[in-house]
């Protein structure tokens, strides 16, 4: 399972986004810091269920929408300069060590100073705390880099040592291979056998890129001021109202709405059942949501899992002909994989054993047999045969 984590400066909404994507607990104020220890939960990515198109009934699917599970990681805030011990220090940020990409929650409404304090709407340029969050990273890790250095350079003088291995070794937590190490002095045009200390920071700086893609997501756009959505949508920034998406989850959880996240509306069910704050409430929801084609929380989940991630859903069936596992299960599982993954991949990820006993697949809606090497597509349906039991 994939895990995408909130990361970014204190107060900009990371545990208010978590509790909308997850509906599990989380602490929410208005004031730096209110998150300490970190927020483990289960979102979902949003796509379409093939069910549809094959007219067939699916139990796993709501209106024709599949929701795949994603772990999500809600984690302290962070300020400029962490890396020298600032606010709380960065010592959390090894809580983004397990995550496979971030999600850059900025404050779009300029509502909060670049440590978090409330300074009003608009008081505060939310673009400025865009490119620091890469730095403290890049910090993070050149810290991890510098405790190993000096063993790293001594083992380097002697024969058969690796360094780009013995680099990779000591990220291994950040799944960076020795090829990445070497990918990255190539680019550089450096070598790390001579490097010094300082040659370190760009290095780490691209590690970084590598192991934890980020998007940024700028929320409280319910609050903010058009001349800072315009500048944060010129940086390619993802809106967000995460308090908006609790609401209605809220709502929705309460049968007071129809609403699945990341539809970009949302139906009022009894408008008599509904409390002249609560509609005023929900008018004003509405009114985001049709600036940004929806509260921008599901969306930024799946272009984390899609773009970010490279993603695509596969769904394996046992029965090929009624799309379903032995027990007549329609589409029963839905996994999310890397682009270019095979049908052995998928083998493997079903089961270690059916992985190593794998003879060929069947593209389901096809019934033609698949090549083992065959790259397989978003919405691909899948029967795997081998010879497990
Ligand atoms: N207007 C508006 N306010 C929001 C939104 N999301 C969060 N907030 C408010 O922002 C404040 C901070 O929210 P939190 O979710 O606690 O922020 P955080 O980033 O987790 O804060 P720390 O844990 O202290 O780092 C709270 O008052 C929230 O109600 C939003 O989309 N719109
Ligand atoms: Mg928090």
Not at 14 to 26: E, G, L, P, V, Y
Not at 369 to 386: F, N, P, T, Y
Request: glycine residues 8%; neutral net charge; aromatic residues 8%.
């Amino acid at each position: 399972m994939i895990t995408l984590a909130l990361a970014g400066k204190p107060n900009c909404g990371k545990s208010t986004f978590f509790k909308a994507a997850t509906m599990a607990h989380a602490e929410i104020a208005n004031y730096p810091f209110t998150t300490i220890n970190p927020n483990f939960g289960v979102a979902y990515v949003r796509t379409k269920c093939p069910c549809r198109e094959l007219r067939l009934t699916c139990k796993k699917c709501v209106d024709g929408n599949r929701f795949v599970a994603v772990n999500l990681i809600d984690v302290a805030g962070l300020v400029p300069d962490a890396h020298k011990g600032k606010g709380l220090g960065n010592q959390f940020l090894d809580h983004l060590r397990q995550a496979d990409a971030i999600l850059h929650i900025v404050d779009a409404s300029g509502g909060t100073d670049s440590e978090g304090n409330p300074v009003g709407a608009g008081n505060h340029d939310p673009a400025d705390d865009i490119r620091f969050l890469g730095f403290e990273m890049t910090m993070w890790v050149y810290g991890i880099l510098e405790k190993h250095w000096s063993k790293l350079n001594r083992q380097a003088q002697g024969k058969g040592f690796s360094i780009q291995q013995g680099v990779a070794e000591t990220f291994t937590g950040l799944g960076i291979t020795a090829e990445d190490v070497r990918d990255i002095e190539i680019a550089l045009k450096m070598d790390l056998v001579y490097a010094k200390m300082e040659d370190l920071v760009p290095f780490c700086a691209e590690i970084v890129k590598l192991s934890k893609p980020m998007l940024v997501v700028g929320n409280k756009f319910d609050e903010a001021p058009e001349a800072l959505r315009a500048k944060l949508a010129e940086k390619k920034v993802a809106f967000a109202s995460a308090a908006s998406e609790l609401a209605l989850r809220n709502a929705a959880a309460a049968n007071l709405i129809h609403y699945l996240p990341g539809d970009p509306q949302f139906t009022i069910g009894n408008e008599g059942a509904l409390s002249a704050a609560q509609k005023a409430g929900l008018a004003k929801i509405a009114s985001v949501m049709k600036q940004n084609n929806g509260t921008g929380v599901q969306q930024a989940i799946n272009r984390a899992a899609f773009e970010l991630l490279d993603r695509i859903v596969v769904y394996p069936v046992e029965d090929e002909n009624h799309y379903c596992n032995k027990q007549g299960d329609v589409l029963p599982d839905a996994f999310l994989m890397k682009k270019g993954s095979t049908p052995h991949d998928l083998a493997y990820q079903v089961h270690t054993d059916i992985g190593k006993a794998f003879l060929y697949a069947i593209d389901a809606r096809t019934k033609m047999r698949i090549k083992e090497s065959h790259a397989l597509k978003d919405g691909d349906i899948i029967k795997i045969v081998s010879t497990a039991k």
